[in-house]
């Protein structure tokens, strides 16, 4: 499968729809209704480009993703992925 942090899904742009336990991405604080918004210093504005960002991306590696949550705070987190489920 594609590389992945534990991120379930997209909606509406780069919103996070879910993140499954255990993963990196829940590791790291990413949660339901947060927007990925960078990842590696990369702006990602939408789903799109979010999977074009992860595709280019190998699992094992390490990368800076920033993010804006409901509240409006920002975050980011070193997270590493892994490869993500098949199908």
Known sequence: GSPFGGVGGYTGGAQVA??????PAAAAGLAA??????????????????????????????VTVGWTMPTGRTASAAVQLVSGPVG
């Open 18 to 23: 879910g993140v499954l336990s255990g993963t």
């Open 33 to 62: 209704g947060d927007v990925i918004t960078r990842v590696d210093g990369t702006t990602v504005s939408s789903a799109t480009a979010l999977s074009g960002v992860m595709n280019g991306l190998r699992p094992g590696a390490t």
